[in-house]
Every structure is written in C-alpha cells, then in structure tokens.
C-alpha cells in the first residue's frame, strides 16, 4: 500500500490501474480512522480492484468557531488499518495540496443543506460538496463509499452526483457501533468519561422511535416527541436537533412513508454528535 500527497501522483496511480482495466473504489475520510471507516474500506476492497482511501481534514466545511484545530489526526495508525482493511492507496494532501491560497470556486446545493445539520453548521456542506467534488475528479473512481453515520451528507452527495453527471455509483453503508450502541466517530475521544457513559442515550431513545413506526406510528411528531423525551432525560445532554425527514428531499414530514430518515445532533459537554435511523419502503 502506497501513501501518496499529490494529486499528480494519485492521478498517475489510477491512471495506470484503468489502463489495465481495473475498477476503482474512493472511501473519502478525515481520518482517525475506525471500524466505521473500515467496514467502508472493507465493502470497497470487495466490489472493486483497487481502493483508494483519502484522508484529509477538509478545512471548508469548518466554521471558523468549530474543531479544526483540535481534529483528531494519527497517519500511522490509519496506515496501518488501511493496509489491514486491504486498501492501495491513501491520498494524504495538506491543505496548500488541494485549495490554491485564492481559491474562489465552490459547489453550492440549494436544498437539501438546509435542515437538520445545515441549520447549525450553515457552511459545511458547501465544504463537502466542494472537496468531494475535488475528490471525485482527482480520483476519478467507479465507485465511493458512505456512511450513513452522516445520512444528510449521503442525501447530499447522492443529489449532487445525479445534478452533476458524475459517472460514480454511490454506495451508502450501515452505521457500526460500540458494544453499547454509540455510533463510532473520531469525535467520541475528545468524551471524558461521565459523558462517554452518557452518550448511548442517542442510539437507545432513535431504537425507541424506531420500534414505535414498525409497531404502525405513522405521525412523524409522536415519534420524535418520544425520541426528543428520552434524549432530555438525560442531564449531561444538550439538543441540537431532532428531527424526522424525507430521506431524499430533507424536508420534515407530518406522515411517515416512502423513504424517511429520523436523526439527531446532541452536545456532550462541548462534543457535538450525531447519529440516526432510516427507514424505508414505509
Ligand atoms: P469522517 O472521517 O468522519 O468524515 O467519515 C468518513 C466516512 O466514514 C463518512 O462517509 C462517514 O459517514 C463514515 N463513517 C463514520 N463513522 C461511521 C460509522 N460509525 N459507521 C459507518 N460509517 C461511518
């Protein structure tokens, strides 16, 4: 396995697997990586030839208040579970690699980006848009691979890709957790412990609304009510949101059916975190 910090070298790279024939997979990351990382790489390693692993803390989908600075980074221990989960290359750039000092050019969506995260996090996902786009077009992949951890940013990439003609299948991957049902996120480290035994409250009150529509619930404010409850029970947790969604158009709904995304965004101390269900073919 190669790690590379140029975009020259990893155009050069992909080059020469296309022009054996090889199939190419992207898991984009900030890295820090982890089991949900891996089980992205593991899914990329199985349905392409080769498997490229960017790792890049992403400064545009930052707010300048926000954990860029403090953003967990361990290259060594991401190369080694790249290598471990079968991947090829990781592309590595710094900053200066991938935005020019006057850069000036960025990918805007219209809608989509406006609930759930978009309303705290205003610039993010014009931060996603732009370097996923980058990404795409250093790449040049067959395929990339998300999470649903992040199930507004999936919603987002998909739309993009469809609004743009990128030639790239989307595959959107299961949330892998800790034993206790807290989603694994680079974001979990910064939990002290107090609030780390606090933060399964996520999972268990998003299973609660979850049990509630496969019972036959089908008004979107019941079940959020019931989430939003069990999540306030819990002293250490401070809302952000809560919300039931259209998975495909991010807009809140009255009656649960089609494709529908419940997902929730809660401070532990200063540690935003998220985490969600979907539910389709309600
Ligand atoms: P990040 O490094 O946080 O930007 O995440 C990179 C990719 O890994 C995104 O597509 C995330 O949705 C995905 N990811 C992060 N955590 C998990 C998890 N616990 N389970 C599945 N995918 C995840």
Not at 24 to 42: D, K, N, R
Request: aromatic share 6%.
């Amino acid at each position: 396995m190669n790690i590379v910090k140029t975009i020259a070298e990893v155009r050069e790279q992909v080059k020469a697997w296309k022009k054996e024939g090889l199939s190419v997979g992207l898991v984009p990351t900030m890295g820090y990586l982890h089991e949900g990382h891996q089980s992205l790489i593991e899914r990329a390693v199985k349905e392409n030839d080769r498997v490229v692993v960017s790792d890049f803390v992403n400064p545009t989908q930052f707010a300048p208040n926000e954990d860029l600075e403090s953003y967990p980074r361990d290259l060594e221990r991401d190369a080694a579970l790249c290598e471990k989960a079968g991947a090829d290359l990781i592309f590595h750039p710094e900053p200066e690699e991938m935005y020019a000092k006057d850069a000036c050019t960025f990918v805007d969506m219209r809608a989509l980006t406006k609930n759930l995260c978009g309303k705290t996090r205003p610039i993010h996902f014009s931060g996603v848009c732009t370097v996923v786009s980058k990404l795409f077009l250093i790449v040049n992949p067959d395929r990339a691979y998300f999470g649903e951890k992040d199930a507004q940013q999936l919603a987002v990439i998909r739309r993009m890709v469809r609004d743009l003609n990128f030639d790239i299948e989307i595959v959107g991957c299961p949330i892998i957790r800790e034993e206790d049902g807290l989603a694994k996120s680079s974001r979990n480290t910064y939990l002290t412990k107090e609030l780390r035994e606090a933060a399964p409250v996520l999972h268990k009150a998003l299973e609660e609304g979850k049990q509630m529509v496969l019972e036959g619930e089908r008004s979107a404010e019941k079940v959020r009510e019931t989430i939003k409850k069990r999540i306030e029970a819990e002293p250490l947790a401070k809302i952000d949101y809560v919300e039931i969604v259209d998975f495909e158009t991010i807009e809140p709904i009255e009656t649960i059916k089609g494709s529908v995304l419940a997902a929730v965004a809660v401070y532990f101390g200063k540690t935003r975190l998220i985490d969600n269900f979907i539910l389709t073919d309600i």
